[in-house]
């Protein structure tokens, strides 16, 4: 055992005990439906709104943030511990679920620009789960082009007034509080008249409609802003400097993002095992289609090489945390990692991949399809692959910029 294991040994006792005091047993292996889901339509109750509660009163829901504000006040070190501790239990942590772009993103940002005065007030409310965040930054006409933003916020005496459109705001409609990036002055560059601003989005100036997908969820919206307002105190970072606080968010949004997912968490074992049951395997016992052992293998490989590359920016990050552009590189190839995966799942599936309800397909083939379509997404939010192939050219190696600024 290394030095830090040892010195962690005394916390890994004291939280195995009070996971066997406070875990509801109910609970064990249960996922996020508990919880609400990706969506949140369930309220939390029971067992769950106690887990909830419970793992809130010591921080542990966001165990590295400062113990002051209702975060935890752990090491990274010991947030380690904790993760591992609850894993065995079969124990999720569905703060950062409950908060939606809380905990992985706003959170994170008022930490890092926020006053004393707004971190008060906003990150004991994500610490507790209680209060759910959406981000405000797409626009009709501002995607991957989000400095041509058009939503505007004047400065209206003892508030701002927020007047514009965003869209594919996620959870906007179960959300109780918006972070969102808006034009403050529309006489400067294009980059240098926006501000970030915190609203609420229980008042008569927020409208959301929630945009339904073919399968029947609706996870995104449209947010219209119609003389919406904030308070003057809620503009994050300074006056038109929305730029860089909001290029930093999106830096945590993508940190959040650089694990590579499985397209389903019901289909289990290894793909080259699955493959072998769908396919079948040769008189020596390998996958009988020699094309496409090739192709797993080569999967394989990208596979290793992304756990690799977090290992490397850690160490190289040396032990330091700190998100940074190396973010970008982390979260495509997890995207291509993911989709790798799923597609080839898909592909030695056969017929039995593409089925979308009926008695003629597995849980597992049926969970799957709806996890292929759904990770199409991953290479867009939170700034699509090309996008970041542009931030890892320019940030990272130091190419050229070939675009114009606006
Ligand atoms: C599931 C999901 C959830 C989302 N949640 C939110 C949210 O909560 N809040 C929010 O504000 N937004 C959210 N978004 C929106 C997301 O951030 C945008 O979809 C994304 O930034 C791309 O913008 P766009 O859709 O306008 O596409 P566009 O910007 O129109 O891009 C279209 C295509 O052109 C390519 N492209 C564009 N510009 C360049 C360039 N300069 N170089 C090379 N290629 C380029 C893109 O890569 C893409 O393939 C979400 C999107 C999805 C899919």
Request: glycine letters at 12%.
């Amino acid at each position: 055992m290394n030095d830090i294991a040892t010195q962690q040994e005394p916390f890994r006792a004291e939280v195995a005990e009070w996971l066997e005091e406070n875990f509801p047993k109910s609970l064990k292996g249960a996922g996020i439906a508990p919880f609400g889901g990706v969506e949140g339509e369930i309220p939390v109750q029971g067992d769950a709104a106690d887990w909830r509660d419970r793992l809130a009163s010591r921080g542990w829901g966001t165990p590295t943030w400062p113990a002051e504000l209702g975060g935890g006040g752990l090491s990274h070190d010991a947030a380690k511990v904790l993760s591992e501790e609850m894993h065995k239990v079969g124990a999720i942590n569905p703060i950062p679920l409950l908060a939606g772009m809380g905990v992985t993103m706003v959170g994170p940002t008022i930490l890092e620009y926020g006053t004393d005065d707004q971190k008060q007030r906003h990150i004991p409310g994500i610490c507790s789960g209680k209060i759910r965040w959406c981000l405000g930054y797409s626009e009709p006409n501002a995607g991957s082009d989000l400095a041509s933003l058009a939503t505007k916020a004047e400065d209206n005496g003892d508030h701002w007034l927020i007047n514009g459109q965003k869209v594919w705001t996620s959870g906007a409609d179960i959300s109780q509080w918006c972070g969102a990036l808006v034009r403050t002055d529309s006489s400067v560059k294009k980059r240098d008249g926006i501000s970030f601003l915190m609203l609420e989005m229980d008042q008569p100036g927020v409208e959301t409609r929630p945009i339904k997908l073919i399968a029947g969820a609706s996870p995104f919206c449209e947010t219209f802003f119609n003389d919406a307002q904030a308070r003057k105190d809620d503009l994050l970072g300074a006056l038109n400097d929305g730029w860089s606080v909001g290029k930093r968010l999106l830096q945590h949004e993508r940190a959040s993002q650089t694990g590579a997912r499985p397209a389903s968490n019901k289909v289990s074992g290894s793909l080259q095992e699955l493959a072998k049951a769908y396919v079948g395997v040769n008189d020596q016992g390998v996958l009988n289609d020699a094309d496409l052992r090739g192709r797993i293998a080569d999967h394989l490989m990208h596979t290793r090489a992304h756990g690799l590359t977090i290992a490397r920016i850690s160490a190289e990050a040396k032990g330091n945390p700190a998100v940074s552009a190396a973010a970008s590189i982390l979260k495509n190839s997890a995207t291509r990692v993911s989709q790798e995966r799923a597609e080839l799942t898909l592909e030695f599936m056969g017929h039995q991949g593409v089925g979308w309800e009926g008695g003629d397909y597995s849980e597992e083939e049926l969970e799957h399809v709806r996890g292929w379509l759904g990770g199409k997404a991953i290479s867009i939010y939170g700034g699509s692959f090309e996008i970041q192939n542009n931030i890892i050219a320019k940030n990272i190696l130091g190419l050229p910029e070939t675009t114009q600024k606006g």
